[in-house]
């Protein structure tokens, strides 16, 4: 021995050797962690099947850990554990640390006799927290079907979409984008391009539209096929940015955001090859070793990128959870906010109506629920295994009651495709895959590493840019008022256009009436014949549908123009216009027209107060919904008053 702190032995092992005790249970499931870590670069042995080395005494190998470096050196405790993962790439920071970082050393060496005095209550925690695995995990598995997902929700939006595109957008649809855009270039000029990024720059007629709806259902199948992943999700995302801006306010709604920069994000966690490898997993190098030869970019997987994508859906849930206490609306302070939501939110379903009918304190009980799971739940992202899984299986939980009472779209199932990043591949019997063999795999094909090395820096230099600003919008769910830094801002303007870093949370404000807008046509301004659409509230009799994971845009927007005045909902006026023209494309968007065969003369819009109706009445009358005539919306016209 040379010196009292780091001792050496005089007969070294050839590779860095970490001793430990086998009768300890901690001991032997954090070895497995560090052993991966480390990826083949240090031995490890228990100090009972080792004995050659006699300057260290058993006695001591019984008090704490030894670290043999192949120089001799002699590490203990706390600093042996650091010393040997200094050789795993994520873990240099632990040795610097301990030897730069004032305070470090002490605070460690104290934790690791404070374990090493209680083993058994260390092992039970560890059990608990992290099971019988304390590996670091993968997320292979999630990786590939979250990215299956993604494309299987592209294309649901682009179909949607499809279907109702010339009545929103078309040129002879409500809000025509062929009259809009050369409109807002003749304000902005050039600047236009950058404020609405879209390619219908190049082209904004009706065929267009239809080639990227069309493009997108074929670029979200060869996602859901596995073909070109990375580069399907690009040009995904460019079509579907293009739509967005071309829907306008038929497309301005948080799912369409969330899509975007959940696609957007998916791009970087994508591998990137051309034609699908699935990989064979199971228990030994030799099996994933031959498959991941064939596609060696699938065995490497972007941790910025699965961050980034982590921390959305932190972001969206919490902010979702936050702004609803931060708004100043008491009904989520006092638990009643499912007094009113079942009835007033956009597009009930049948099961809405029947859970308005549940009892006050279930009713009170579901808010408090909902609270704790977009509040604090969101924090257990970021834990070990178990609370991990636990947060994923309630907020999936959460998500599916949300899909049962209420029709939006496609966001819950973009949560739950969210969600599933948060199961690691040791849930689903996946082996963690050695570093080293990594390594070994990834020179097989520079080229393809090449890329996927790129999309890496790519997504750290993406993490730094927009860290910042994810910050803050989480920030301001909490303080709405505070004012935006700078910078903050100044990047954010950039950005902003491309909708890859956002804001979210539905109903801050829970609405606590319900206005309906009833649309009626006249050929004599007499009679008048109401405009039925496919799935807003309109005939009592009709029961609520359920649409989703389709959008009705034009139902939904309805929703919102009876929150405000036709002033300000100007397509209200273009509906009108399209409907006294007879407008084919427009009137598809509806479930019936009264007037098959010429357009009325006159139209007007009338305001009905809706509300479900009690057990009672339904069980008298058959009705769902009760409704009361309150005012004129918008008074009577005619195509020449318009013009």
Request: net charge positive; glycine share 6%.
């Given at each position: ?36 870590i ?37 590490f ?32 460690s ?16 925690v ?9 590996r ?48 807002v ?24 539209l ?29 079509f579907?940015?293009?739509?967005t801006?071309?829907?306008q ?79 100043g ?38 808010v ?44 819950n ?12 591949d ?25 890329l ?177 005539e ?14």
């Open positions: 021995m040379t010196n009292e702190r780091h001792p050496r032995v005089a007969s070294p092992p050839a590779k860095p050797l970490l001793i430990w005790d086998g009768e300890c249970d901690f001991c032997r499931l954090w070895i497995e962690h560090w052993r991966v480390t990826a083949g670069y240090v031995d490890y042995a228990t100090y009972q099947e080792v004995d050659h080395f006699p300057e260290i005494s058993r006695d001591d190998f019984k008090q704490a850990m030894r670290f043999i470096e192949p120089d001799g050196e002699v203990s405790a706390a600093e042996a554990v650091y010393r040997s993962l200094r050789y795993g790439s994520s873990k240099k920071w632990l040795a610097w640390s301990y030897d730069h970082v004032a305070g470090f050393a002490a605070v060496e104290l934790a690791y006799k404070l374990v090493a005095r209680h083993r058994k209550s260390a092992s039970a560890t059990r608990v927290l992290w099971g019988n695995d304390v670091p995990p993968t997320y292979f598995w999630a990786r590939r079907w979250f990215l299956r997902a993604v494309g299987l929700i592209y294309l649901i939006a682009f179909v949607s979409l499809w279907v109702q595109v010339d009545g929103l957008v078309g040129s002879d649809g409500v809000s025509p984008i062929n009259q809009f855009l050369p409109a270039y003749e304000r902005f000029g050039a600047r236009a391009y950058s404020l609405l990024p879209t390619l219908c720059w190049f082209n904004s007629s009706n065929g267009f239809h080639f990227l709806c069309g493009g997108g259902v074929v670029l979200s199948l060869l996602l859901i096929s596995g073909i070109a992943p990375a580069v399907s999700l690009t040009a995904l995302f460019a579907y940015l293009s739509l801006i071309a829907g306010t038929f497309l301005s709604f948080q799912w369409d955001i969330l899509l975007l920069e959940t696609g957007f994000l998916s791009i970087f966690f994508a591998p990137w090859r051309l034609l699908p490898r699935e990989l064979m997993w199971w228990p030994g190098a030799s099996g994933f070793a031959k498959a991941a030869a064939d596609e060696p970019s699938s065995v490497t997987m972007s941790r910025p990128a699965l961050f980034l994508l982590k921390f959305l859906l932190f972001k969206l849930m919490l902010m979702s959870g936050v702004v609803k206490l931060t708004s609306d008491d009904c989520w302070w006092n638990l009643t906010a499912l007094d009113y939501h079942y009835w007033s939110q956009p597009l009930p379903t049948v099961f809405g109506w029947w859970a308005d009918k549940s009892p006050e304190w279930f009713k009170q009980f579901s408090a629920f909902c609270l704790v799971v977009e509040i604090i739940v969101p924090f257990f992202i970021w834990a070990p295994r178990r609370p991990r899984l636990l947060a994923a299986g309630l907020m999936i939980f959460l998500q599916i009651v949300i899909a049962l009472t209420g029709n939006y779209c496609f966001f199932l973009l949560t739950l495709a969210l969600c599933l990043l948060l199961i690691d040791s849930v689903v019997a996946v082996w963690a895959v050695p570093r080293k063999l990594v390594k070994k795999i990834s020179a097989l094909r520079p080229t393809g590493m090449w996927q090395r790129s999309s890496m820096f790519a997504t750290v230099a993406l993490l730094i840019v927009t860290l910042p600003i994810n910050a803050w919008l989480t920030f301001t769910a909490f303080k709405p008022d505070a004012d935006w830094p700078r910078p903050i801002i100044a990047v954010y303007g950039h950005m902003e256009p491309f909708r890859i870093v956002n804001g979210y949370g539905l109903f801050r404000v829970m609405t606590k009436d319900r206005d309906e807008i009833v649309i009626e046509g006249s050929t004599d301004g007499f009679d008048w014949l109401p405009y039925e659409f496919k799935w807003k509230p309109g005939d009592v009799m009709r029961a609520p549908g359920w649409c989703a994971p389709h959008q009705p845009r034009l139902d939904w927007q309805m929703w919102f123009a009876a929150l405000g005045t036709p002033r300000e909902n100007p397509w209200l006026g273009g509906l009108i216009i399209r409907l006294l023209q007879g407008s084919r494309d427009v009137s598809r968007l509806l479930a019936k027209n009264p007037f098959p065969r010429e357009p009325p003369r006159y139209m007007r819009a009338l305001f009905y107060r809706y509300r479900f109706t009690t057990l009672r009445e339904h069980r008298q009358t058959g009705a769902w919904w009760k409704r009361e309150l005012r004129d919306y918008l008074p009577a016209v005619s195509l020449d008053q318009i013009q």
